[in-house]
């Protein structure tokens, strides 16, 4: 499986590299400010425009420029942000966290939830709590993020005023140790349970359909005329098997959850990198856009090839396959 | 694959209320110049009014009508979903078929361009683009399709490879028939379910991304979106403007969604036949 996937990882981070090598060389004009957005103008002096010119290999052919890129990638240099007047690599790692935060707690909210509710519901096939929980995240699962996001905004931020409306930390409150970990609690909830409610409906959907087929396996009857107790056929024999598919889909769909964050992000004016994002693209800071395609690929990436290893250990099938 | 799209919508009542949503929308965007006679575009003095016998749903900060905009909206959005679901579709059933039928060394490539496309969260490939390139509609949606068809062509593969070892195959090929008159005449027919699926799921995706990226500011100005007035909407937010002028639009484009997702769920068991007796909620 891993060495299956190797490949996959490596095409994937080639496509990367393309676009941010190949978008702004395609551009007409002067390719280093294609590269550095109008900012960097300001701020250019004839020595500085060698420096860059030099260390991209401007002047050289297109894959000569392409080894050179690929050079100061590899020494963690993503260029420089003019607009924010530092690296841009420092300026993604200090947006990273806010974002990583986010995306942990939905994904692990949404997926505990979500496998537990799908292996009750499951196993209550055609019963009431069943159908009822049914339609509930059917419906549930057609409402994009956003929207669930705003309305959550609208409601228990503007009208309730129940949550702040935006940001990750009160600004220049000055506080420390338990109080501002309930300051950042109070930012996150609603952001967090916008990103949860969604993805918890699609994990909840494949929990539930994938333990319907598992309950008809040989193997659960069997585990039934051992005389084994319910919980015990319900999570051990069932449930572990149903998780298969929520860990391989959690790679696949973190894609989507990444996407979700993003606008997540700006509805709630979070600091996290859909907020950066969202920042670069109105000052055509062009340096950090190419930066966070780079970044959150290859988090993502990393997360897949995480949840490679991690399934080699959930399904020891696996292991044998190959 | 004998299966009955039809009969699927006939048991399942979240497929009808998908398909009446679908339909009303689609209505209502087709009617457009007759259902509201305000130019979306025209700005008037009057601006951030309240619902009215003239403005339904009232007027935003350039005193433009709600209502007519969420209405030509919809235009957009059906527009680039239709077109999107469209070349998705074709692009997806071409390679996801030919890979199946080739194999080799093209559909090991094939495969691994398809499994990295999956992976790598498309929108952020879509913003750094249009950040450099100044989007038309048309390139809005030839981006989309072109960052949307990989999941269908993996499934599509997956299909023809069980197909590809029939009988009824095996006889056409005795016959003489090639790859390309295997696809046409036996494949893609017996693709069509999982097609019309692909073409739904692709639906969703066009209108999802196309609003997105609005509502990032990322669009064709020239063009009516619903991304672009609730980007517009959420600015004032802190007004008490948005039941009328952020919540319609926001309902609006989900109801879309929703109602594209609903008629998905509704022929999922097309993909997974396992599924079909337990579909009638």
């Known amino acids: 499986m891993i060495r299956r996937n190797v490949p996959t990882y490596i095409a994937a981070l080639l496509i990367i590299l393309g676009v941010n090598f190949i978008l702004p060389r395609m551009m007409p004009g002067d390719p280093l400010m294609a590269i550095y957005g109008e900012e960097a103008l300001v701020a250019m002096t004839p020595g500085l425009k060698i420096y860059l010119l030099q260390s991209f290999a401007l002047d050289k052919p297109l894959w000569l420029q392409f080894l050179a890129y690929i050079c100061q990638i590899a020494h963690g240099n993503l260029g420089f942000s003019y607009y924010y007047n530092a690296p841009t690599l420092e300026v993604i790692l200090g947006r990273l966290p806010w974002t990583l935060l986010l995306v942990g707690c939905a994904l692990i909210l949404s997926a505990t939830l979500g496998v537990f509710l799908g292996i009750e519901s499951g196993w209550r096939r055609g019963k009431g709590l069943d159908r009822s929980m049914l339609s509930t995240f059917m419906a549930l699962s057609g409402f994009p993020g956003f929207f669930v996001g705003m309305v959550l905004l609208l409601l228990f931020g503007v009208s309730l005023r129940l949550f702040p409306l935006s940001g990750a930390l009160t600004p220049y409150s000055g506080l420390s140790g338990l109080a501002l970990l309930l300051d950042i609690v109070m930012h996150l909830a609603l952001p967090v349970s916008a990103l949860t409610l969604g993805n918890l409906a699609a994990n909840y959907l494949l929990t539930r359909n994938t333990m319907v087929t598992v309950l008809k396996e040989p193997y659960v009857f069997c585990a039934r005329a051992k005389g084994l107790p319910e919980r015990t056929i319900r999570y051990r024999h069932a449930g572990r098997n149903a998780l298969l598919p929520v860990v391989t889909r959690t790679g696949i769909w973190l894609g989507r959850i990444v996407t979700g964050t993003l606008f997540i992000e700006v509805i709630f004016g979070y600091p996290g990198l859909g907020g950066l994002t969202y920042q670069a693209l109105l000052s055509r800071d062009y340096v950090v856009l190419q930066g966070i395609l780079l970044v959150v690929a290859l988090l993502v990436l990393l997360v897949n090839f995480g949840i490679d290893l991690l399934y080699i250990r959930i399904d020891p099938r696996i292991r044998h396959a190959h | ?281």
Request: aromatic fraction near 10%; hydrophobic fraction near 55%.
């Open chain 2, 1 to 281: 694959m004998h299966i009955s799209i039809g009969a699927e919508f006939r048991k399942n009542r979240f497929g009808q209320v998908g398909l009446i949503l679908l339909t009303a929308i689609t209505v209502l965007a087709l009617l457009a110049p007759f259902v509201v006679p305000v130019d979306p575009h025209r700005q008037t003095r009057r601006s951030f009014e309240p619902p009215s016998a003239l403005h339904i749903l009232g007027t935003n900060h350039v005193g433009q009508d709600n209502w007519s905009r969420l209405v030509h909206g919809a235009r957009t959005s059906l527009l680039v979903g239709f077109l999107v679901a469209c070349a998705a579709t074709i692009i997806g059933a071409v390679l996801g078929v030919s890979c199946a039928l080739r194999g080799g060394l093209y559909d090991g490539i094939m495969m691994r361009l398809v499994d990295a496309l999956i992976i790598i969260p498309a929108i952020i490939i879509l913003i750094l683009v249009f950040a450099y390139l100044k989007p038309d509609i048309y390139l809005i949606i030839i981006s989309i399709a072109l960052l949307s068809w990989a999941g269908g062509a993996r499934i599509l593969r997956a299909q023809t490879l069980t197909f590809k070892e029939r009988a009824h195959i095996w006889a056409a090929r005795s016959f003489g028939g090639n790859n390309w008159y295997v696809m046409r005449r036996h494949i893609v027919p017996d693709l069509s379910p999982i097609l019309v699926v692909e073409f739904i799921h692709a639906f969703r995706r066009g209108i999802f991304m196309e609003a997105g990226l609005a509502f990032l500011g990322i669009g064709d100005s020239t063009t009516v979106s619903w991304g672009t007035i609730m980007r517009n909407a959420v600015e004032y937010s802190y007004m008490n403007v948005w039941s009328w002028w952020l919540l319609p639009v926001g309902l609006a484009l989900s109801i879309a969604i929703l109602s594209l997702t609903f008629i998905g769920h509704t022929l999922e068991p097309v993909m997974e036949p396992r599924l079909r007796e337990e579909a009638s909620a």
